[in-house]
């Protein structure tokens, strides 16, 4: 199946972590590091929070009830969409950006999506084993130094993606 998002989920639990991932997109396309080779400590050091925050969210929705929920199941929660794709000049942030995105998608995609509230075991894998990519190729690629290596004649080679979402716009309205 090619990359779709759907329009709604079932699940309340699906819906916050989605959120989750999109703002993890985000935030990892907009950073620092984007628009370079290399990651800095401050952008791995938030990048390692990002990961614990998805793994944190995830335990605390399995450890939670599967709720009955009969007279508000199936209520359909609309999906913000999903960050365009983008292509930072960072290759590194660029296959932490495809492994998020594909866990969004196999999220909102997954039979969990169709329940009232947690993950079905295997789609809790599914999300868990590719975030769990993230933490290790942070750590034993990034942290590593395995990257960045040198490369003068092909870099630059992607634009800069432009300035960071500045939050709410227009005035603020007093009671």
Do not use: W
Request: charge should be negative; glycine fraction near 2%; aromatic fraction near 8%.
């Amino acid at each position: 199946m090619s990359e779709i998002f759907p329009k709604n989920v079932f699940n309340h639990d699906v819906i916050h972590l989605y959120d989750y991932l999109s703002r993890f997109y985000i935030e990892l396309s907009k950073s620092q590091s984007a628009p370079v080779s290399g990651m800095i400590s401050a952008d791995q050091a938030r990048l390692e929070k990002y990961i614990a925050s998805i793994n944190a969210m995830i335990k605390f929705v399995q450890s939670t009830p599967e709720l009955d929920m009969p007279e508000t199941h199936p209520r359909p929660y609309t999906l913000e969409p999903f960050p365009l794709e983008v292509n930072v000049e960072n290759e590194s942030i660029n296959y932490l950006l495809r492994l998020v995105r594909a866990s969004a998608v196999e999220l909102t995609n997954s039979q969990s999506a169709r329940f009232a509230s947690r993950l079905q075991p295997f789609d809790e894998k599914r999300c868990t084993s590719l975030i769990q990519k993230c933490s290790d190729y942070l750590n034993t690629i990034i942290r590593k130094d395995v990257v960045p290596i040198d490369l003068p004649e092909s870099s630059p080679e992607e634009a800069l993606t432009g300035d960071g979402i500045t939050g709410v716009t227009g005035p603020v309205k007093a009671n």
